[in-house]
C-alpha cells in the first residue's frame, strides 16, 4: 500500500525539465470574418489568373475574335449594303465585338463550369465554408470584366485598322449594353450547363448552339441582307438582341436600343 501511494505521488509530481503549466486561456477578440464582397473581389481575382493561365479560353475568347474580324473585314469589308450604301465594315466590327461578349461569358463559362464539375472541382468548393453565391458572383464578375477588355481589344483594332469607330456619346450605352448582356449571358451558361453530361460534349454543344445563331443575328452577315423570316426566328434568341444595340452603336443614324431588351424584351420572342 505504501508503495502504490509513494508511486502515485511521483505520477503527480511534474518532471523535471518538463513544459511549465499552461496559463487558462482567456477569451480575446475572434478575428474578424471577411465580408461578402471581399470574398467576391478574392475569387474573381482567382477565376481571372486561373483563365490567362487557360490556353485554351485564352484562344477562343481572345484571338478566335480578332481572328474572325481580321477575315471578314479583309474579304466583305469593302462592298456596301443596304440602302444607305453604309460600308459592310461598319458592321462586322460591332458583331464581332458582341461575338467577343458572349464568347467571355456564355462559351467559355459553360465549357469550364462543366469541365470542373465533372473533375470535382465543385464539390470540393462546396466543402469550403465559402458560400455559392460567393463562387457564382466571382465567375460573374470576371466574365464581365473579360467581356468589357476583349471588345475594347476589337474596337480599337476596328478603328485603327478599319476606320470603324463609336461616337463617344454611344460609349455609355455600348459598355452598358455589354456589362448587362454579359451578366445575362453568364446566367444562359450556368442553365445550359447543367445539361451536358460530359466536359468532351460541352465545347460542341455551345459551338453548335451559337454558330447558327451568329449568322442570323447580325452578326457574322449584316441584318440588312438577312431575310425576313430568318430575322423573325432570331428575335427568339438572346444573341439578336445583343448584336442589334452593339452593331447600332457604329452607325450614328440609328438608335442605340436599351440593353434592358436583352433580359427583359426576349423572353417575351
Known amino acids: 500500500m505504501i508503495f502504490l501511494i509513494r508511486w502515485a505521488y511521483r505520477r503527480s509530481r511534474p518532471k523535471r525539465g518538463g513544459e511549465p503549466p499552461r496559463a487558462p486561456r482567456t477569451a480575446g477578440p475572434e478575428p474578424k470574418a471577411k465580408s461578402d464582397f471581399s470574398l467576391v473581389l478574392h475569387q474573381t ?108 481589344i476589337v474596337l480599337v483594332i476596328g478603328r485603327l485598322a478599319y476606320n470603324v469607330g463609336v461616337p463617344l456619346q454611344a460609349l455609355p450605352a455600348l459598355a452598358l449594353t455589354a456589362i448587362v448582356g454579359s451578366a445575362t449571358f453568364c446566367v444562359f451558361g450556368y442553365a445550359v450547363s447543367t445539361l451536358i453530361s460530359s466536359s468532351d460534349a460541352a465545347q460542341p454543344i455551345v459551338q453548335a448552339t451559337v454558330l447558327p445563331l451568329y449568322f442570323i443575328s447580325g452578326v457574322f452577315v449584316p441584318g440588312v441582307e438577312i431575310p425576313s423570316w430568318l430575322q423573325r426566328i432570331a428575335q427568339f434568341f438572346p444573341v439578336e438582341h445583343l448584336a442589334a444595340p452593339t452593331t447600332a452603336s457604329a452607325q450614328p443614324a440609328k438608335r442605340i436600343r436599351s440593353p434592358g431588351a436583352i433580359s427583359v424584351c426576349w423572353p417575351s420572342g
Open 45 to 152: 481575382r482567382y477565376d481571372v489568373v486561373s483563365f490567362f493561365r487557360n490556353g485554351q479560353a485564352r484562344f477562343f475568347t481572345l484571338a478566335l475574335p480578332v481572328m474572325f474580324l481580321v477575315i471578314f473585314v479583309s474579304l466583305f469589308g469593302s462592298g456596301t449594303v443596304g440602302p444607305d450604301h453604309t460600308k459592310e465594315s461598319t458592321y462586322f466590327v460591332p458583331g464581332i465585338a458582341a461575338m467577343a461578349v458572349i464568347s467571355a461569358s456564355f462559351v467559355n463559362l459553360v465549357i469550364s463550369v462543366t469541365a470542373q464539375r465533372e473533375a470535382g472541382v465543385l464539390k470540393r468548393r462546396r466543402a469550403t465554408p465559402v458560400p455559392a453565391a460567393v463562387l457564382i458572383a466571382g465567375r460573374a464578375l470576371t466574365a464581365v470584366s473579360i467581356s468589357l477588355m476583349v471588345i475594347t
